[in-house]
């Protein structure tokens, strides 16, 4: 009697190590890895919330903002936007735009060592024929740096009046911010119609 009690032991203990065991170690390595998941879907919760947080604190200085980014762009199409402004900043203080031509722009590079992304500032330089009366000038002047737009006269030159016009030519250094790695097509002037 004896012996069918060991017997049944021995086999269920070896029903349990052969069967059972394997089974509980590949539900405890699940298990293990589920927590892992769980945890790491947890942190990047966290991070999401942070990074909400960090946008929600953003946008209540979103005024600010828009005025650094009016200030100096991010690198786009500019020449156009730059032709746009000059243009209508020139028409709206009685100046005639008869030429604006752009030159090849320079880099400044800024931003730390450790910083992920890195970014240049561009000089986007470019001149421009303007006609009209001096106080339109002064106008065009005042408009043109009361605006928030980082742009600055570097030269100015004009040749003597036909009847009270006189035509103005004015170099200008405007800045934007543009990637270390993008690449800047080469500026094209826009055409004026003759007059």
């Known amino acids: 009697m004896w012996v069918v009690v060991l017997a049944t032991i021995i086999v269920v203990g070896a029903g349990i190590y052969f069967l059972w065991w394997p089974e509980y170690v590949e539900f405890e390595k699940n298990n293990q890895i589920l927590e892992n998941k769980g945890k790491e879907i947890q942190n990047k919760k966290n991070y999401l919330a942070e990074i909400e947080a960090s946008i929600n604190i953003l946008s209540d200085y979103e005024a600010e903002l ?23 900043t020139s028409s709206e203080n009685g100046l005639l735009l008869q030429n604006l031509s752009f030159s090849p722009t320079e880099y400044t590079k800024i931003g730390s060592k450790t910083s992920a992304l890195k ?54 250094n405007a800045k934007y911010y543009i990637e270390d790695n993008q690449q800047v097509k080469k500026p094209v002037s826009p055409v004026i119609p003759e007059l």
Not at 66 to 80: C, G, K, N
Not at 133 to 159: D, G, P, Q, V, W
């Open 119 to 172: 970014w240049k500032i561009a000089d986007l330089p470019f001149s421009a024929t303007l006609a009209g009366s001096y106080e339109s000038l002064k106008n065009f002047i005042l408009a043109l740096y009361s605006n928030s737009r980082m742009m600055e006269i570097t030269s100015l030159s004009f040749s003597s009046p036909e009847s009270n016009i006189y035509s103005f030519d004015l170099d200008f």
């Open 66 to 88: 828009l005025s650094i980014s009016s200030a100096m762009p991010i690198y786009d199409v500019s020449e156009v936007t730059l032709f746009n402004f000059v243009q209508k």
